[in-house]
């Protein structure tokens, strides 16, 4: 194992141009993807990966490439003594989310928390299915650049357009994430969707059994009570809330987290807004079993949007007619309310005025993003058992619908946003190898222990997948362990309220965002040496 675990090197430039360089990088890569996508086979495919190494490492590159040989690719495990990927016919995701920005002297403070939980449907041949819940949480701390930008044309206050000094604004901000989940199981689908109510009274009860226990004023009392002979039971029965079942799996990461926010206005009719967020995080997960399992993992999420203020583009006339109707549909409720209730309903002027005036935001957003997550897992003993990549991507279309209000001179001002599905996809690309036998120990834990040095030293630790390692790995993977994708059909919708107000030192800003994930599986593939991706029958769609 020693002569895998030497750092590879990058090869010093001798005398190339920087252009050139690149340019032959660029071009091994592209055909390396051209020939892997054409079936030709293994032992092509390999030679190329060889090729690519040699380009990579410097010292004695035989030690470190030589496995990537057709003739040195490592024997073939049978398929039945293979590990087994799950396979999730449904995956649901529902999560709400606050996230406050404040200024102080030279910069601004952001801090968010995100509160959800995932439902998954696990699919085995010849048994029932099963359901896994996972409730999560995290908190975010971060410093961020004064006045990060909101994701409105500047055309939508009922006052008038107001054309920015600046059309296009941006800000940034960077700070640490932890996050910790927990997993259960469940034979029914009614028990998994009445499971986060359930889990959130539970942990609502708790919260405040420690409260009314450690109060000076209720401590006491409350303690008597539950040891009250015939009601004590009752008593302590309702303060600890519903019951729980065994947990399956918990876990907790913690790393770095950025993110960054523009908007440019388009001649005060449209605007185009980008936000963009990453996490790098290491965290550890432990099951029932007692396996501990150590994962590295990247995330990234991209959002552009591009929105319209109907109000500057409809003609004057159409919204002068429009506008008479409202002005009718105010009247009818007035007097509804007034002949069944008795009395006077008025609307106030100014709320009649801004709903004439007030016309909203229509758009379109398009909204992407990946996790590269690695896992090492030992059992309970400490002995290695099983290594684990995952790949999840995930791409979506919503039609957007937004409207502000505003004061007058703008320092402060509310906005809504609705967001509904328009389509999309996910893909969950799974790659399993049996640490159990040497061989695949061995090539797993050079890998991972070259990943867990690149996350440590850089801010994108994905930037492993480029390392000779992570090419041996690939071929043991291929040759003796499991590599599954699964396409899903996604729909994605969600509604985000934003308040901003203006103040000596800057704009606070405050988010608050609810997002429900649908995903159905709709292709399901496994990867079979000499073959490529064939269709995955225990994985039905």
Known sequence: MERFTRRAGVRRDRGEGVINYLAAILLTA??????????????????????????????????????????????????????????????????????????????????????????????????????????????????????????????????????PSNPLTAGAWLGLNVTGGETYEFGSEAEARGFPWKYAQKRAADIADTILENNPATGLPVRILKNLPLVGDDVRNVLDGPQLPPRKEWSLEGGLTAGFSGKLDLFGRAALTVGGRGWHLAGVRRDDAGNTSFTLRDSAELEPSLAIDLALVIPRGARGRFNNKIDDAIDYIENELGRRYGGVFKLPAAAREHLKTNWPDIGLTWKGRINLTYQLTVDKNGNLTRYQRVVDMNGNWFGRLADEVAKKDRSGRSVGNLQVPLGGSRTIEHSTLDLTDPANRDAAASFFLNAAGTWLRYPVGAIAEFTPEAFRLNQYIEQRGTKTSQIYDSSVGNVKFTGEGSGRRGNSLVELKIENEDNDLSQARIWQDGKGWVPWADCPS
């Open 30 to 163: 592209a055909i390396l993807a051209v020939i892997v996508a054409s079936g030709i086979g293994a032992r092509i495919s390999g030679g190329i990966e060889y090729a690519l190494c040699r380009l990579l490492v410097e010292g004695d590159v035989d030690a470190v490439c030589g496995p990537l040989l057709p003739g040195h690719n490592p024997p073939t495990q049978p398929v039945a003594g293979r590990p087994v990927n799950p396979c999730y016919g449904e995956i649901d995701v529902s999560y709400g989310e606050l996230n406050v920005t404040f200024p102080i002297r030279y910069v601004d403070l952001r801090g968010g928390v995100r509160l959800g939980f995932q439902t998954r449907k696990i699919i085995t041949p010849g048994k029932p299915d099963r359901w896994q819940v996972t409730v999560y949480g995290w908190g975010e701390g971060a410093v961020a650049t004064p006045s990060l930008p909101g994701g409105q044309t500047e055309g939508d206050s009922p006052y008038g357009p107001v054309r």
